[in-house]
């Protein structure tokens, strides 16, 4: 997997939290958090999607982790 380099702004007790929360490994630490960021947005909107259309809740997790990581 190709990874690239950004550079973030954030306040200093939010970083200084997670480097603890890192257990020496930010960028892994990082990754985790857009991971899990981007699965909470993507079950949000097949929620949504779900509650118009009246999709089956139960394929939630499922139809978001297939979206994300294209599996």
Request: aromatic share 4%; proline share 1%.
């Amino acid at each position: 997997m190709a990874t690239s380099q950004l550079t973030v702004t954030v306040p200093d007790e939010l970083l200084e939290a997670a480097r603890e929360a890192a257990e020496g490994n930010l960028s892994a630490f990082v990754a985790r958090a857009i991971r899990s960021q981007l699965m909470r947005d993507a079950m949000t909107m097949y929620a949504e999607d779900s509650a118009r259309v009246g999709d089956d809740l139960d394929d939630l997790y499922s139809a978001a982790e297939d979206d994300l990581c294209g599996s």
